[in-house]
């Protein structure tokens, strides 16, 4: 009879008590934010059903007019091109960032880490100056539309600012390094052997990646889309500084009404709109990754 080995899900003695102090100490800052997360989204679902006075100020109440100004074509226009450009920018950081992990995290060698902080420091510095310097490098003479004239890809009428081209540019440089880094954890993660095995079943390097290497990162892809997603459906500054009037988003038309339009139930009122949201996307996030943990432990 073969002796019998201990099993490797057994729990030591020590587990439940480490398990209680790591508890213990993410309580704090968890009621923190979750206390302040509830009382802002509160207040903000109380001012959307408010008044506003003669001089524009809130005040509590009850009027559903700001609540009913959403069904106006003008403002689900302005949502549905925020989630359009979310999730073109989501699209678009995925098959920008993929590449890019992939080469650091399987190729980098002794340099991924030095890799990693190359792309991740210049990120550091604050977003409104990098939109700055973007909206510059795509201006009507910024070397990017120099660069496409010399090469006879433009003339002298084609323009990136104040196009939806722009706004995209913009959302795809701000929040790209979202998607690199998720991706690169799960592929660093992975065994190096599944794409050798893969190669030797599937043949050409497409096929390898399509049926190992992306089921396989899957779970960190999900996790650079909603990291991607959530901002850049509510950023404002990159349609601010590299849109037009036709271009706005939900972010801007919210900060508009809150202090230019002094009507801050409709301001609300759009704000618990693109909440809502994102808290679908989140959810979905969440529960494809139940349903893959799951999966995994069957």
Not at 104 to 128: D, Q, S, W
Not at 158 to 179: P, S, W
């Amino acid at each position: 009879m073969a002796p019998l080995r201990p099993s490797s899900r057994t729990r030591r003695p020590g587990d439940a008590s480490g398990s209680r102090m790591w508890t213990w100490l993410m309580l704090p800052g968890t009621l923190w934010m979750t206390g302040f997360l509830i009382a802002s989204l509160v207040l903000v679902a109380i001012l959307a059903v408010g008044t506003t006075d003669e001089l524009g100020n809130p005040r509590f109440g009850f009027d559903l007019s700001g609540v009913r100004a959403l069904a106006d074509p003008a403002y689900t226009e302005v949502m549905a091109r925020s989630l359009g450009y979310a999730l073109l920018t989501c699209l678009i950081c995925l098959l920008v960032a993929y590449p890019v992990a992939y080469t650091v995290a399987l190729h980098g060698g002794r340099y991924k880490h030095a890799l990693i902080a190359a792309i991740v420091v210049p990120f550091f510095a604050n977003y409104l100056v990098r939109m700055y310097g973007w909206s510059v490098v795509l201006s009507d003479d910024g070397p990017v539309l120099r660069a496409l004239r010399a090469v006879g890809l433009a003339d002298g009428n084609t323009r990136i600012l104040n196009t939806g081209v722009g706004v995209v540019a913009g959302l795809v440089y701000g929040f790209v390094v979202f998607m690199i880094i998720p991706l690169y954890a799960a592929l660093e993660r992975l065994d190096v052997s599944l794409i050798e095995a893969g190669r030797d079943l599937y043949g050409g390097p497409v096929r390898t990646f399509l049926f190992v290497t992306l089921p396989a990162t899957r779970q960190g892809a999900a996790a650079g889309l909603v990291l991607v997603f959530l901002p850049a459906m509510g950023d404002f500054v990159s349609a601010q500084l590299m849109g037009g009037p036709d271009q706005i988003m939900i972010g801007n038309l919210i900060q508009d009404k809150f202090f230019q339009g002094q009507n801050w139930p409709l301001g609300s009122a759009l704000t618990m709109l693109l909440m809502l949201v994102l808290l679908i996307g989140m959810f979905g996030y969440l529960r494809r990754t139940r349903k893959d943990e799951a999966e995994a432990a069957r």
